[in-house]
T-cell receptor, first 110, second 114 residues
Framework: GQSLEQPSEVTAVEGAIVQINCTYQ??????LSWYQQHDGGAPTFLSY????GLEETGRFSSFLSRSDSYGYLLLQELQMKDSASYFC???????????FGKGTTLSVSS | EAGVTQFPSHSVIEKGQTVTLRCDPI?????LYWYRRVMGKEIKFLLH????????ESGMPNNRFLAERTGGTYSTLKVQPAELEDSGVYFC????????????FGPGTRLTVT
């Protein structure tokens, strides 16, 4: 079977740093993506890791370790608007559909 | 550049009725995907078009679901007859060739079957 595990909820305060972990078990692996979803709306692409290591995009960074089947999304300088659901998703082959985790609800308080 | 659009935004139908969902991808995107999120569950893949061809329909639940992509542009997803368990949010996404990991999602259609 194919599965992605991520925490269901995370809470933090403004200005803090949060790390959302994702472990995966899939029949194939091409890369790990992260998506953000506000209030059940359209998921929005945040980051992608095709190779091991860290990818940085502004306040967001994502990390991948293929040998550990593990990745994380790091959110820095948290803002209230970062309160949302965050999904890790695996591409099991090039050009194919995404396999999503159940999502992590991040709540940022002042 | 217009994003992915979906119609309708909400649909409430009775069990046994038919519903057709429409998705207009971003212009020029050959890849088009349908996903579904049932309450409390993960977003699950339904099927994938490359232009007008079905590349992968392994996620389609059963033969009550029929998807088409006429001329490689917009796509429709028909559910006939609808069952209670079909309720959920149906998302459409598109991506250009070679960039399947970065998919652009539409706002979704919330389907409620009563």
């Amino acid at each position: 079977g194919q599965s992605l595990e991520q925490p269901s909820e995370v809470t933090a305060v403004e200005g803090a740093i949060v790390q959302i972990n994702c472990t995966y078990q899939t029949s194939g692996f091409y890369g790990l993506s992260w998506y953000q979803q506000h209030d059940g709306g359209a998921p929005t692409f945040l980051s992608y890791n095709g190779l091991d290591g860290l990818e940085e995009t502004g306040r967001f960074s994502s990390f991948l370790s293929r040998s550990d089947s593990y990745g994380y999304l790091l959110l820095q300088e948290l803002q209230m608007k970062d309160s949302a659901s965050y999904f890790c998703a695996v591409s099991d082959q090039a050009g194919t559909a995404l396999i999503f985790g159940k999502g992590t609800t991040l709540s940022v308080s002042s | 550049e217009a994003g992915v659009t979906q119609f309708p935004s909400h649909s409430v139908i009775e069990k046994g009725q038919t519903v057709t969902l429409r998705c207009d991808p971003i212009s020029g995107h050959d890849n088009l995907y349908w996903y579904r999120r049932v309450m409390g569950k993960e977003i699950k893949f339904l099927l994938h078009f490359v232009k007008e061809s079905k590349q992968d329909e392994s996620g389609m639940p059963n033969n009550r679901f029929l998807a088409e992509r006429t001329g490689g542009t917009y796509s429709t997803l028909k559910v006939q007859p609808a069952e209670l368990e079909d309720s959920g949010v149906y998302f459409c996404a598109s991506s250009p060739v070679g960039s399947a990991y970065e998919q652009y999602f539409g706002p979704g259609t919330r389907l409620t079957v009563t």
